[in-house]
């Protein structure tokens, strides 16, 4: 089972990417997918979530209204677009399925974590 993020980059304050996060082994099409971010010397965070129909969608305060989260189940591949981007949104973005039951956002309640891809926001 791989989960592999793709689409970072170098981008300037205010500039737009979009990430993708393929699965390849298994589908996770029925699961909650969440994208989270790593800063160096930070703990893992919540960025935003989507329920397995895509009907509904969750983030953290610090994205939203700039950050949209999205999926395509017959590509197993879910969607970050990330505008209007702040030097404090780098950091490496990763996706992973919920693992395990209940509300929480915290990273712990997800799991098949693979490689992340870097979002450097600077001038």
């Known amino acids: 089972v791989q989960l592999q993020a793709s689409g970072g980059g170098l981008v300037q304050p205010g500039g737009s990417l979009r990430l993708s996060c393929a699965a390849s082994?298994?589908?996770?099409?029925?699961?909650?997918m969440g994208w989270f971010r790593q800063a160096p010397g930070k703990e893992r965070e919540f960025v935003a979530a989507i329920s397995w129909s895509g009907a509904s969608t969750y983030y953290a305060d610090s994205v939203k209204g700039r950050f949209t989260i999205s999926r395509d189940n017959a590509k197993n591949t879910v969607y970050l677009q990330m505008n209007s981007l702040k030097p404090e949104d780098t950091a490496v973005y990763y996706c992973?399925?919920?693992?395990?039951?209940?509300?929480?956002?915290?990273?712990?309640?997800?799991?098949?974590w693979g490689q992340g891809t870097q979002v450097t926001v600077s001038s």
């Open positions: 082994g298994r589908t996770f099409n029925n699961y909650e």
């Open positions: 992973a399925p919920r693992t395990r039951v209940g509300t929480s956002y915290n990273y712990q309640n997800f799991g098949f």
